[in-house]
Nanobody, 113 residues
Framework: HVQLVESGGGPVQAGGSLRLSCVAS???????MGWFRQAPGKERESVAA???????SYADSVKGRFTIPRDNVKNTVWLQMDSLKSEDTAMYYC?????????WGQGTQVTVS
């Protein structure tokens, strides 16, 4: 199984930006990679995903504010978050899988105030 390590979370003011990173332990070319988040008392939700062919998808709540670039050489996917809102506060998790995302990182906390 691939292992995923997230970083880049922290406190940020509303309107600010953060860039989360997710580094995979092995080659992930062809994998679907995604970012998910879970706020206290809420279910985990998909935020953004990028397929092996580069096709991206975003939750309606983050469209136009977040992007999910990836670098297959570095086995890394990022979540660039701009114009952050208080409702973006959550634990953010990176996920990966072939076809279906089935592996998760430990998460990184994002707090927008």
């Amino acid at each position: 199984h691939v292992q995923l390590v997230e970083s880049g979370g922290g406190p940020v003011q509303a309107g600010g930006s953060l860039r989360l990173s997710c580094v995979a332990s092995k080659y992930t070319n062809g994998y679907c990679m995604g970012w998910f988040r879970q706020a206290p008392g809420k279910e985990r939700e998909s935020v953004a995903a990028i397929e092996g062919d580069g096709t991206t998808s975003y939750a309606d709540s983050v469209k136009g504010r977040f992007t999910i670039p990836r670098d297959n050489v570095k086995n890394t996917v990022w979540l660039q978050m701009d114009s952050l809102k208080s409702e973006d506060t959550a634990m953010y998790y990176c996920g990966a899988g072939v076809g279906v995302i089935d592996t998760w990182g430990q998460g990184t906390q994002v707090t927008v105030s």
